[in-house]
Each structure stands twice: as structure tokens, then as C-alpha cells.
T-cell receptor, first 110, second 113 residues
Framework: KNEVEQSPQNLTAQEGEFITINCSYS?????LHWLQQHPGGGIVSLFM???GKKKHGRLIATINIQEKHSSLHITASHPRDSAVYIC????????????FGKGTHLIIQP | ETGVTQTPRHLVMGMTNKKSLKCEQH?????MYWYKQSAKKPLELMFV???????ENNSVPSRFSPECPNSSHLFLHLHTLQPEDSALYLC????????????FGSGTRLTVV
């Protein structure tokens, strides 16, 4: 079973700050997803990574497969970034489903 | 809308009721999933269907019964639920490979009374 640890569990920051959320997992994986969940429950897939780094707008995700670690960064944070961010590694292909971290609850204050 | 549509958005049911949750996608994905999110717990995988065949059950109680009649539709049939089954139930779909990411529905907020 893949143990997934995210840190921090809760983070409150001021608008404009650089945000880092970390994810560690215990077994080898084929890919890792970063998900964003807003109040009300809807989940959006932000990134799927199997190596290196990806960037989308103000969001950057990195992964180190050897160290079993991934990070999600938010530059120039904004109150609309307030959400729960969830790390979800997958061991096999898509049909294996995802294992989820408990999530990081991020609040960006104006 | 994400491309994965779940209905209803909210459901309140008694423990003796029978109800069904519906999920629909027209993204060309061939794998569909049911996840459960309880308060203060991580998302949990309940069922996986790939090419319309169930590939994972994860020891879900039999009061939850999935059905996948075709690659675009997924149902979760509910009967004789317990109050602890109250949760957010999320449907997702993906390609049956690493070609693409997951697309989630908005979820059904279920309350069992």
C-alpha cells in the first residue's frame, strides 16, 4: 500500500506570497497527480507528472522519482488560490486509480 | 462543467431507501471510477471500471452496487445505507493508460438519515 504524506496540512499566507506544498510517498509510482478541491467538493486535475517539472500559469509542479517526493509551488498567490490541494500518486496505469494524500488546506488572505 | 456530469448534486435518503447516483462523460475516456470522501478523511477509491468491466472493488460493502452499462455512463446503486455512509461521492474518468489525467465530476453530497 502506498503511504502518502502531505505537508503542511494547513497553510495561511498573505496575497503575493510564494507557496510550497510537499508530498512524499512510500512506493515506486508511475505518475503523480496534483488536484485542487474548492469548497463544495469539485475537484480539478492540475498536473500529472512522471518526471521533472511542469508549469501552468502561476503553478509549478516538480517530482523526484528517486527520492519519492513531489512539490507544488504557487507564485504570486491570490485569494482565489484558496482551496485544498491533494497529492495523488498512481502505481500503475490509469485504471489502477489513485491513492490520495489528506490534502493541504490553503488560505490566501488579501 | 468539467466534462464529467454527476446527478444528483445533493441527496438525502433514509436508511431503508433505494437510490442511484449517476455519472456521465463524453470525453472518450474508457475508465471510470467511484470515489468516496468522508469528512476529514482522504479520498478513497471504491470501484474502477475499465472498458466497462469492473477491475477493482476495494472491499466496499455490498450495500453499494456499481453498474457500468457503457463507457460513458456509470451508476452507483445504494440500498439500506447507514448514517456513516454520508459523504461526498465523486465520479472520475480517464484514459486507461498514462496518456491523460483524470477528470472529476462535481460530486454528489449524500446524507443518510
Amino acid at each position: 500500500k502506498n503511504e502518502v504524506e502531505q505537508s503542511p496540512q494547513n497553510l495561511t499566507a498573505q496575497e503575493g506570497e510564494f507557496i510550497t506544498i510537499n508530498c512524499s510517498y512510500s512506493v515506486g509510482i508511475s505518475a503523480l497527480h496534483w488536484l485542487q478541491q474548492h469548497p463544495g467538493g469539485g475537484i480539478v486535475s492540475l498536473f500529472m507528472l512522471s518526471s521533472g517539472k511542469k508549469k501552468h500559469g502561476r503553478l509549478i509542479a516538480t517530482i523526484n522519482i528517486q527520492e519519492k517526493h513531489s512539490s507544488l509551488h504557487i507564485t504570486a498567490s491570490h485569494p482565489r488560490d484558496s482551496a485544498v490541494y491533494i497529492c495523488a500518486p498512481t502505481i500503475g496505469g490509469g485504471a489502477d486509480g489513485l491513492t490520495f494524500g489528506k490534502g493541504t488546506h490553503l488560505i490566501i488572505q488579501p | 462543467e468539467t466534462g464529467v456530469t454527476q446527478t444528483p448534486r445533493h441527496l438525502v435518503m433514509g436508511m431503508t431507501n433505494k437510490k442511484s447516483l449517476k455519472c456521465e462523460q463524453h470525453l472518450g475516456h474508457n475508465a471510470m471510477y467511484w470515489y468516496k470522501q468522508s469528512a476529514k478523511k482522504p479520498l478513497e477509491l471504491m470501484f474502477v471500471y475499465s472498458l466497462e468491466e469492473r477491475v477493482e472493488n476495494n472491499s466496499v460493502p455490498s450495500r453499494f452496487s456499481p453498474e457500468c452499462p457503457n463507457s460513458s455512463h456509470l451508476f452507483l446503486h445504494l440500498h439500506t445505507l447507514q448514517p456513516e455512509d454520508s459523504a461526498l461521492y465523486l465520479c472520475a474518468s480517464s484514459h486507461d493508460s498514462l496518456r491523460g489525467g483524470y477528470t472529476f465530476g462535481s460530486g454528489t453530497r449524500l446524507t443518510v438519515v
